[in-house]
């Protein structure tokens, strides 16, 4: 498929495969896909995919059109509803979109923008300095991706209003009212022969709304779930220090208030927050015209290499390292580091497989100067600060060195590349990746189960005894040295720190599979703890799973049916009764998975015709940095908030 500038895509096919009987190839083969037709014959190519990630990509097009406005100083507040019939109303109070006849065009300014890929007004630089959607093509691609589509916008005393139909204008532009207001409401259905879901996630919604409203600091953005009455408002007027705050909450912070820089220099703007705390984790998060940029880039860079150098020369201008017999890393000097950097360039080049890595390479220099610049006065007027920082990062070094010892004599045993498998695991006997799983099983008798229950053509079990190593609040000297990880790291093959490499990984499925108790929460959170720090990869491209095994069996006579909570075990007890008197029911509660013998464990929890498991993704970084911190920290009191405040949204506790 090639795009042409026009928004008139062309796909061109061949009949046949080069063989005698194929029919010959003229221009009338060639298909010409007009207007938005394109969009809706390959959606993915706009939008990723047609699930729940393209699905909620439709929000976030317009949602970015909103924020350009606030980039641009013409909007202040942004509200956005997920409405009781599925659809997004989405609304700002910026300038609105262009009402008048577009001249080229002939139509309205709304028709043109909404029915032609690559029309907006974010090339000249006129409209727009920096944008966070360049191509112009996001309302174009939402509108003909929804069942409906209706456009009001308020300007020059009048509202007006257009409805669109998966991509079609089905009225003309019209005036329907008079207003003192500016702005512009979008409310979409997106389109059910479009997508796998319809139905949004109004938390993942949500917590993008508040990273925006982080990166814009002043700009209100408000959020609404119809159905359920739930409202949320984001406002920090902070901007990315309050970011910080929220990312280390939880954590014992080395210095009070974050560290603040800013500047700008050839239209790029540069701002960066950072905090140390106590803690063995690096998280640094950059972005780049409000996009994530995932993979990083020339921002990051720049960013890294200034607080190396800066710090190590601060340093060595106070004598501090006359005791230290090895070379401060990078890598010490990042650890127990909180930041956000955020770069606005008025024409950013992404890069990468998911085209969420900077690539311009003046980012790079500008970044790198202004952090040197701003640490370096910021250490010399803190003395205070700067030695707690340091003291922590010569403990770093040390530790990096006692790591390094470790991960030579793990290596010798071949356990980091997977060569010494673990002798309590059950391996399968088929050996390519794509085809095969384990099951990380808790406890000796489930793990036997398991063993027993499990095909043996592509699904392996590794029993694991005891709770894991909580990491959050250890280093990977101690990872390394620890008996319960270190068959995991084994079996998985993939190695742990500098040696990991996915491509290693033996199982094109890891799943936890644990006891449907508070313990077992206790161990499924641990070791999505460890994956999330130590192996991320696993969890961003896919490969980690959870188990779902029931709660209750309940019987009558011949008839067994599972229930995976006592909702579910309600239903499943009223559908009995109401077959009969009631009598002879029998209700059994799983206290754990050893009590189930082999046949029902395969038939509840591992045949992957029946089974339930819940993937785990990494839609959400900064909700997940933010979570395992709360969770796996050793403070009590933000962990007991954020219990009792959602003590009433959890679906499965078992007390």
């Keep these: 498929m090639a795009e042409a500038d026009d928004g008139v895509t062309s796909g061109i ?86 009402t008048g006849i577009h001249p080229g065009e002939g139509k309205s300014g709304v028709e043109v923008v909404m029915t032609m890929l690559h029309a907006g007004g974010k090339f000249d630089k006129k409209a727009y300095q920096v944008s966070g959607g360049l191509h112009g093509v996001g309302a174009s691609v939402v509108n003909a991706l929804s069942e409906f589509l209706v456009v009001e916008v308020s300007q020059n005393g009048k509202v007006h209003r257009q409805r669109f139909e998966r991509g079609v204008a089905r009225t003309p532009l019209e005036v329907v009212g008079d207003t003192d207001g500016h ?169 990468g497989q998911t085209k969420s890595k900077l690539g311009n390479s003046e980012v790079k220099g500008l970044v790198q100067s202004l952090t040197s610049e701003a640490l370096n006065t910021y250490l010399e007027e803190n003395p205070d600060v700067a030695k707690r920082v340091i003291s922590k990062i010569i403990e770093a070094g040390r530790a990096r060195e006692a790591a390094r010892k470790a991960r030579e004599l793990t290596r010798r045993k071949g356990i980091l590349e997977g060569g010494s498998l673990p002798g309590k695991l059950a391996d399968c006997a088929n050996r390519n990746p794509d085809e095969t799983e384990i099951y990380l099983v808790e406890g000796d008798s489930a793990g036997g189960s398991a063993a027993q229950a499990r095909d043996q053509h592509f699904q392996a079990v590794l029993p694991m005894f ?117 009598r002879g029911i029998i209700v059994q509660r799983y206290k754990g998975l050893g009590e189930m013998n082999p046949e029902q464990l395969w038939e509840t929890t591992m045949d992957p015709a029946r089974r339930t498991l819940l993937h785990v993704t990494l839609d959400d970084a900064v909700e997940a940095e933010h979570m395992f911190t709360l969770l796996m920290s050793e403070h009590v009191e933000p962990r007991r908030a954020f219990i009792e405040e959602n003590a009433l949204s959890v679906k499965f506790l078992d007390v």
């Design 13 to 98: 096919t061949a009949g046949g495969n080069g063989s005698p009987h194929a029919s010959e190839y003229t221009s009338e083969e060639i298909q010409v896909l007009k207007g938005l037709e394109g969009v809706r014959r390959r959606p993915a190519m706009y939008i990723g995919d047609t699930g729940e990630g393209g699905l909620h990509e439709l929000v976030k097009e317009i949602v970015n059109n909103s924020v350009d406005e606030a980039m641009a100083g013409r909007c202040s507040r942004i509200e956005v509803t997920v409405m009781k019939d599925g659809s997004v109303r989405i609304e700002d109070d910026g300038q609105g979109i262009p």
């Design 183 to 351: 702005g512009t409401v979008i409310q979409f259905l997106p389109d059910r022969q479009i997508f796998e879901t319809v139905t949004f996630d109004v938390e993942l919604i949500s917590h993008r709304l508040r990273e925006l409203a982080f990166l814009n600091k002043g700009l209100e953005i408000g959020v609404a779930d119809e159905a359920s009455g739930r409202t949320d408002t984001y406002l920090f007027e902070g901007g990315i220090v309050e970011f910080v705050t929220f990312l280390n909450e939880g954590r014992n912070s080395l210095h009070p208030d974050p560290i603040y820089l800013e500047g700008e220099r050839d239209g790029v703007s540069v701002e960066i927050a950072m905090q140390y705390n106590d803690s063995y984790q690096e998280s640094v998060f950059t972005y780049a015209n409000n996009i994530k940029t995932i993979e990083g880039g020339t921002h990051m860079v720049g960013f890294r290499a200034a607080l190396t150098t800066t710090i190590n020369a601060y340093a060595m201008r106070q004598d501090m390292l006359k005791a230290v017999k090895f070379n401060l890393s990078g890598e010490d000097s990042r650890e127990g580091l909180t930041a956000v950097v955020s770069v606005n360039v008025p024409e950013p080049q992404f890069e």
């Design 466 to 582: 005891g709770k894991p190593l909580n990491v959050e609040r250890a280093r990977i000297d101690r990872v390394l040295g620890n008996d319960k990880l270190l068959p995991l790291i084994s079996a998985l093959g993939v190695g742990i720190g500098e040696d990991f490499d996915l491509t290693r990984l033996r199982y094109g499925k890891v799943i936890i599979m644990a006891d449907a108790d508070v313990d077992g929460s206790h161990i499924r959170t641990l070791l999505m703890t460890f994956f999330f720090r130590y192996m991320r990869p696993v969890i961003a491209e896919g490969k980690l799973y959870l188990a779902q095994p029931p709660l209750f069996q309940v019987k009558k006579g011949k008839n067994e049916v599972y229930a995976f909570d006592e909702e579910e075990r309600d239903r499943q007890l009223a559908l009995l009764r109401g077959e009969g008197d009631g």
